[in-house]
Each structure stands twice: as structure tokens, then as C-alpha cells.
């Protein structure tokens, strides 16, 4: 048998196909034409390119699907699944009014009282006029869900977290439900509970086994750390993908929104974490991959740069601090292009240093050591920069692709609470 796993990021999706014994048989990917803008349409027809890329061998042997997407994209849906909204990325910060009104009902210091917040988005949409088409308020990872497996209307407790579901509790909370048009709100699973079969259609289109299950998905940055292997407290997962993801596991639950700072349930434990704007989608606005490589192998990783960067992409920051009107520091720039690269990759490094630093302030384990994956992974000098600044061994994950930990979601060994026996 075998099982695929689908990654939504920021800059395009990936697709990965795992056997029984979890070796990886098959990768492909595609990429948005313009990120900063995508759509709906630019999600269907990644998902589409990847299916249909699908060996045919493997396709036919396809026992489960699971994907991940953005945390907090989001959009209103018909009952055809057709959008009837714009859809608002994870880093849309429009609903400011929004977030103000949620901090005068939710608990004190909730999770949903940012403007990035799901459930910010949620009454932003559904006070714009348009409301009375929709049937479903879905996160991205949903609503490619039920594309798959015809049944619209579902989420899993990772993506919906921060539409203010109570992870702990499994249920949505009585102050979410008395707002106005809770009713599209979805039913919400476990992760990796199964929801259905793959629509007939579907797999016959793209000769999939129409017996092959769908199941609940993740967020991007949860299918990271679950491809990452990490199951003991004390480990430090860092993503360095188009933004900068710090992710370790706790025995306690730690929620500073103040910060952006959340936790996941994960199993037993909690998954705790942040997510900052700053991350390698900055180094791409300035060199390729060849050139990046190329530079690094002059830089020295021992050395502190005398330019003090802070490299995010425009104007805004959700983590270590939560500072919507935060600009970004670029200059000076030095002529040396390795110089450049160097106070680029540095301040991305403390970026992460001070992440870990204010996870442990509110309550994370002592940091023992942190893996790393995501496209940034690759890179040696950055390795070694970031190792002399945190203070712990750094290593990269032997998987490093959030694609794959959505494939894993597809095996039984995972335990959520929540999830239902019979899965």
C-alpha cells in the first residue's frame, strides 16, 4: 500500500508518496505564479498538477491522502465548494476591528485576538455583504479536502485552532457559537481521522484506487515537525521555509498570543510554538539558489556580521514579538554580496535564537538541541551560524518535507485525541 501526503506552503505545493515502511517512493511539486497573490483556483490547479503527475502504478496503489495548508488561510464556500469569497492568506492582517471586537468575548490572552487569527478572518468575511451565498467557512486545507473527498464542511483541531475551537475540550466553545453565522463554522476531527473515500471522479479522472481514503489534514508547519520525527520534549524543530516556523513539544499547554505564541495538541503532549514573517522568502527576493550556495561558501559562520538585519518581507511581524506596524532592517548594504548574505543569514539567526529564548521564558523546556528542515535546511554555513547563536547542537531532519509528514498522517500509528476507534 501506499499513501500520499499533499504540502500547501506559501510558495507552491508538494506532493509525496510513502510506502508501508515509510520509505518515500515518489516527490513532485509545482509552484504558484505569483504567491503574494494566490487563489483558489491557483490551489485547485496545483492539486490537479500533482495528481495528475502521479505515476500511473502509483496512483492505482493509493491507499490514503492527507495534506496540510497555511494556518490561518481562509475563505468562504457555496455548496458546490465554489468560492464565494476572496480568500484571505495567513499573513492578511486586514481584520484589526475584527480582533479588537473578539478581545471583549474571548478568554483573556486567547489565541483568536490577533488580526491573522482564523476566527478574525471569519467575522471579517462574514460582515462584508456576501454572507447570505455561503455554505462553509473553511480553512485552505479543507476546503482541498473536500475537493477530494466530496464532503465539504470539515476541518481538523490543528487548522481550526486559531478559528477558536477548544483543543482541549474537543468542541467548539459557547462564545464562537453565539456569534453571528456560526453556522459555517465546520464540524472539526482529529487529524488523520478519516473522512471519507476519494470522490468517484476524482480517481477515475486520474486513475487513482477509488478505494483510497481521505483523511484529516494539518497545518504546514505541524506536517513539518510530524516529518521530522520528534517525540521528545526538549528538541527544538525549526522550519526555515518562506517564513521561519519554531516548533518543540511540552508537557504543558502555553498560549501568549501577546508573543504569537500557541500550542497544537499533539498526542499527550502539547506542540508549542511560533511562526515569524522573517524566513528564507527574503533571501529569495535578493538571490537564487545558486548564487545563495555559491556566496555561502564565502562567508565565515564564525564571525558576527557587523550589520544588524532584522529580513522580513514588508511591514509586520507575528513572532518572538507580535508587532503588526514592525518595519524591516536592510540597510545598510554593504557592496560584497557575501557580506550581504552574511547580516541577512545572521539577523534570521537571531531571529530563531530569540523564538527559542522567549518560548523557554513562558514556559517551554530547557532547549537541547533543535533539527531543522525546509528549504533552508540545505545550507551549511546557516547551520553553523545558527548553532554558534542558540548555543545547541543543530542538525537536519532525515526528512525534511512537510509533504511527507502529511503522508504519515495516512498510517495508523498516529494518535490524536479525539480520533475515532474505528480509524
Not at 45 to 53: D, F, P, T
Request: net charge negative; with cysteine; charged share 15%.
Amino acid at each position: 500500500m501506499m499513501f500520499l501526503g499533499l504540502d500547501f506552503g506559501t510558495s507552491g505545493a508538494r506532493a509525496c508518496v510513502i510506502d508501508n515502511a515509510k520509505t518515500i517512493v515518489w516527490k513532485h511539486h509545482v509552484t504558484y505564479l505569483d504567491p503574494a497573490r494566490q487563489t483558489p483556483s491557483d490551489w485547485r490547479n496545483a492539486l490537479h498538477a500533482l495528481l495528475s503527475a502521479l505515476p500511473k502504478n502509483i496512483a492505482a496503489g493509493l491507499h490514503g491522502i492527507a495534506l496540510d495548508g497555511t494556518s490561518g488561510t481562509v475563505l468562504l464556500c457555496d455548496t458546490d465548494m465554489q468560492p464565494c469569497s476572496a480568500a484571505l492568506l495567513y499573513n492578511d492582517d486586514r481584520a484589526h476591528s475584527q480582533a479588537e471586537q473578539l478581545r471583549k468575548i474571548a478568554p483573556a490572552g486567547h489565541t483568536v485576538c490577533t488580526a491573522t487569527s482564523g476566527l478574525a478572518k471569519f467575522l471579517w468575511l462574514t460582515q462584508q455583504g456576501n454572507v447570505h451565498h455561503a455554505a462553509y467557512f473553511l480553512h485552505q486545507a479543507d476546503w482541498l479536502t473536500a475537493l477530494l473527498s466530496g464532503q465539504p464542511g470539515s476541518s481538523d483541531y490543528h487548522n481550526a485552532l486559531k478559528t477558536g475551537y477548544d483543543v482541549e475540550r474537543l468542541c467548539w466553545p459557547d462564545w464562537v457559537l453565539a456569534l453571528p453565522h456560526s453556522y459555517l463554522l465546520p464540524r472539526v476531527l482529529a487529524p488523520s481521522e478519516v473522512i471519507g473515500q476519494i470522490q468517484p471522479d476524482i480517481a477515475a479522472h486520474f486513475g487513482i484506487n477509488p478505494q483510497c481514503f481521505i483523511h484529516a489534514g494539518t497545518t504546514d508547519s505541524t506536517a513539518a515537525f510530524i516529518a521530522s520525527g520528534i517525540d521528545e520534549t526538549g528538541v527544538g524543530v525549526t522550519t526555515l521555509g518562506t517564513t521561519l516556523v519554531l516548533k518543540q513539544l511540552s508537557a504543558q499547554r502555553i498560549e501568549a498570543p501577546e508573543y504569537g505564541v500557541y500550542s497544537h495538541r499533539y498526542g499527550e503532549l502539547w506542540l508549542v510554538g511560533g511562526a515569524s514573517n522573517a524566513g528564507a522568502g527574503v533571501l529569495g527576493r535578493y538571490f537564487d539558489n545558486a548564487q545563495l550556495a555559491a556566496l555561502s561558501m564565502r562567508i565565515d559562520p564564525l564571525k558576527y556580521s557587523p550589520l544588524d538585519y532584522y529580513p522580513l518581507t514588508g511591514i509586520g511581524e507575528r513572532f518572538p514579538v507580535n508587532d503588526a506596524q514592525l518595519a524591516p532592517r536592510l540597510e545598510p548594504r554593504p557592496d560584497s554580496d557575501a557580506e550581504f548574505l552574511h547580516g541577512l543569514l545572521q539577523g534570521l539567526a537571531r531571529i530563531e535564537a530569540a523564538g527559542y529564548a522567549r518560548l523557554a521564558e513562558l514556559g517551554a523546556p530547557a532547549l537541547k538541541r533543535v533539527v531543522t528542515n525546509g528549504s533552508g535546511a540545505k545550507n551549511d554555513t546557516w547551520r553553523i551560524m545558527r548553532e554558534r547563536l542558540l548555543g545547541v547542537p543543530v542538525s537536519t531532519a532525515s526528512n525534511c518535507e512537510a509533504a511527507y509528514g502529511s503522508a504519515l498522517l495516512c498510517l495508523d500509528e498516529f494518535y490524536f485525541p479525539g480520533k475515532a476507534a474505528s480509524n
